[in-house]
């Protein structure tokens, strides 16, 4: 608006016949701005979706997708593997400050040592803390797991002779573990493992699930139409507060723009 236009009369503007105009025009952005976000919402919620699919594909060997001695690849985020082998009671650890569901807990990590003589670190649950914990399992291991790259080595093990650990890193293990150590983790799942008869022995009973922390991302085009819906909304909500200002300063105020002299 020019400096030298006169203020908004609100009395005038502000008056009841005018005021109906003003609720649907607040109604109207109201909606757009809800629908446009409800669009964002369906737009994340299908990459989030095209993002867990991995996690639903048939599971493989573990040797399939990470060797014993091999790095973790980028394909084996989430990968669903058969993990089977023998548990390791004795080298059960707790993975600290976990939270699920805004409470805060410990993973509860037994080793499964495979046919390779190396061992993958297995998070069988969730539980609130170490005492709290089921005995680990002992015995044959024969599960379908999530894998999982190790964590960082970010955070310092304050007592490295106790069985809480501040991350699931390898360096944190190796001191602990009389064997090689695989370059990930599985998080354990009471999926049936493919050709095998009976109950997985996953070793999850009495604990809570533990879901993948670390996803391949969506493709780029996944749910992009949500995501043009969404601005489009904002974009209809923004032309419907133009065409109000307009017809607030042409017809209520009274302030048509001058014709261009020729």
């Excluded at 609100?10 to 809800?34: E, F």
């Excluded at 032309?239 to 020729?262: H, Q, T």
Aim: aromatic letters at 8%; charged letters at 20%; hydrophobic letters at 45%.
């Amino acid at each position: 608006m020019p400096p030298d236009a006169p203020a908004l009369p609100a009395t005038r503007a502000l008056a009841p016949r005018y005021w109906i105009i003003h609720l649907l025009l607040l109604g109207a952005v109201a909606a757009c701005v809800l629908l446009g976000r409800w669009q964002l919402g369906v737009w994340s919620d299908h990459r989030s979706a095209d993002a867990e699919q991995v996690t639903r594909q048939q599971p493989v060997a573990l040797d399939d997708v990470l060797g014993p001695d091999a790095a973790f690849p980028a394909a084996g985020l989430g990968r669903p593997v058969v993990v089977a082998g023998r548990w390791d009671p004795a080298h059960t650890v707790f993975v600290s400050d976990r939270e699920r569901d805004g409470r805060t807990g410990v993973w509860v990590v037994t080793p499964v040592v495979t046919s390779s003589g190396s061992a993958i670190p297995v998070v069988r649950g969730w539980v609130p803390s170490p005492g709290e914990a089921p005995a680990p399992p002992r015995g044959a291991a024969d599960l379908v797991g999530l894998l999982q790259p190790a964590e960082g080595n970010d955070t310092a093990d304050s007592d490295p002779h106790d069985d809480v650990i501040p991350e699931l890193s390898t360096v944190d293990l190796l001191p602990r573990a009389p064997y090689d150590l695989y370059g990930g983790y599985a998080l354990a799942t009471d999926r049936a493992v493919p050709g095998a008869s009976g109950q997985p022995r996953a070793g999850t009973a009495g604990l809570e699930t533990v879901g993948p922390q670390h996803l391949p991302g969506a493709d780029a085009t996944s749910g992009l139409r949500n995501l043009f819906y969404a601005f489009q909304w904002w974009i209809f909500g923004a032309f419907a507060v133009f065409m109000w200002w307009r017809w607030l300063e042409e017809d209520v105020l009274g302030r048509r723009a001058s014709p261009r002299p020729r």
